[in-house]
């Protein structure tokens, strides 16, 4: 939603970008009536004005100046306390005194906004998605933040399972700031960042002169992440000789450095990550399976991102506003062939790749619109998704026909669904279930018309 603020002094700069984080707004900031008038004539009527009302401004000239406003938009004029120079009665014109502490001054305007009804929708909302850095409203992501929300008050071992972009390490952060160790160290090893040949000495340190090269000693992981959380990324590339004693520091919860002989403590945490199946990974011989009932005290599967197409618009939209303002630029709005190629897209990388196709296509992008051709990384796996979407069109069919293949599909593409799939389709809820419910008195009088036919030919029941 375009927001328009009239604040000369910038005062509300911090409130109002805050808001504009939560609802996704897109605020712009003006100077002056004349300023505002011109924004208005630019860019045409916005969602909400807002006025830091400052002298010389007064309420009177405001007041005048906005009824030549084009549009009835809604606005909300910030006054000084105790101010008895309220603007003259306007429709739609909200009359707010201003509070002297910002954490005021933000809710105040967040309270008024909810009551116009122009909070829109919150990006991550639904528990504490956006606060993870999870962004989605899908009942799959959801599952995720309800375990997030249960494992993190304990201190078992977790194993987050899922394809490569997913947000594995966003979960391991999120358990470990909610939980008890909260305040103490994460540590992440990435697997397949390190040479075989190093990773004992990366996950237990080495004493100088244990190999060579081993010039000075070296603290390692489990000694950095002490009463802390060890984030191990990609443990499936351990070899087995590692896993055996990676297996034995869980169960003793004592280490020992490369070329040392004293036994060391450690306090910590594991959290365990596998782009692969781990269950199959053991039943093939490749994964220890007591390792596996180790690290895997409670597991946590991660839905890739084409299992949850509804979280896109939401993801992109979030994606969107980062890199407008990384790159110091307009939020770019797109069209509506970029909107299906996106929608479309299978997404192999997940939340990554999507995040980078999103980066490069606020840098390409021209006259604040993001179309297909700044979607370089998405285009090829758009068009396969858009054409694996497409029913097919058999002859034969009738058009109601094709009309309720293409609801079902729609239907079973959003798990079911009903308002997301009114949403995709164009339609309302209340049309989609009429339609449904059109569909199961055909299906049943024809089930009926059946057994009548079978009847007749074999009255007898032969």
């Not at 120079?85 to 809710?107: C, I, Y």
């Not at 909302?125 to 009942?139: F, R, T, Y």
């Amino acid at each position: 939603m375009n927001v328009l603020i009239l604040d000369e002094t910038l005062e509300l700069s911090a409130p109002v970008r805050g808001l504009a984080t939560l609802y996704g707004w897109d605020p712009r900031f003006v100077g002056s009536l004349h300023e505002l008038e011109l924004a208005v004539r630019a860019h045409g009527r916005p969602g909400l004005v807002i006025v830091n009302l400052q002298a010389p401004l007064t309420a009177w000239e405001l007041g005048q100046r906005l009824r030549g406003l084009e549009g009835d938009s809604p606005v909300v004029v910030l006054g000084p306390r105790d101010s008895t120079d309220a603007p003259p009665p306007l429709p739609g014109v909200q009359w707010l005194e201003r509070p002297a502490e910002e954490a005021e001054l933000t809710a105040a305007l967040g309270r008024v906004v909810s009551r116009l009804g122009l909070g829109g929708r919150r990006i991550g909302s639904g528990g504490d998605a956006a606060a993870h850095g999870l962004i989605g409203q899908s009942p799959q992501l959801g599952e995720v933040l309800a375990k997030i929300e249960k494992v993190a008050v304990g201190d078992a071992n977790v194993c987050i399972s899922g394809e490569s972009g997913t947000g594995k390490e966003l979960i391991a952060r999120a358990i470990h700031e909610q939980s008890a160790r909260g305040g103490r160290p994460l540590v992440t090893l990435d697997c397949t960042a390190i040479p075989e040949g190093l990773m004992e000495s990366h996950l237990f340190g080495h004493v100088r002169g244990s190999f060579t090269g081993a010039v000075e000693h070296r603290t390692g992981f489990f000694a950095l992440a002490h009463t802390g959380t060890l984030f191990i990324d990609e443990i499936s590339e351990l070899s087995m000789p590692l896993q055996a004693k990676l297996l034995r520091v869980i169960q003793t919860r004592e280490f020992v450095k490369v070329g040392g002989s004293k036994p060391t403590r450690t306090d910590i945490r594991l959290i365990t990550a596998s782009n692969k199946d781990l269950r199959k990974a053991v039943r093939e011989g490749q994964f220890r399976e007591d390792l596996y009932y180790r690290i895997a005290v409670v597991m946590i599967e991660v839905p890739p991102l084409r299992a949850r197409r509804g979280d896109i618009g939401l993801l992109v939209e979030h994606f969107l506003r980062k890199f407008a303002a990384a790159h110091h630029k307009r939020v770019p709005r797109l069209t509506g062939r970029a909107q299906e190629l996106l929608l479309g897209a299978e997404w192999p990388g997940n939340v990554r790749q999507l995040e980078n196709c999103i980066e490069q296509a606020v840098v390409l992008s021209e006259n604040d619109t993001v179309d297909v051709d700044v979607l370089p990384l998405a285009e090829a796996a758009g068009k396969r998704g858009v054409e694996a979407s497409k029913p097919g069109l058999p002859a034969g069919l009738t058009l109601r026909d094709l009309e309720q293949q293409y609801i079902l599909q729609t239907l079973d593409g959003v798990g079911g669904n009903r308002t997301q799939a009114a949403r995709q389709l164009g339609i309302s809820l209340r049309c989609l279930q009429y339609k449904l419910k059109a569909y199961q008195r055909n299906r049943l009088d024809a089930m009926s018309q059946f057994d009548r036919t079978a009847e007749s030919q074999h009255p007898l029941g032969v």
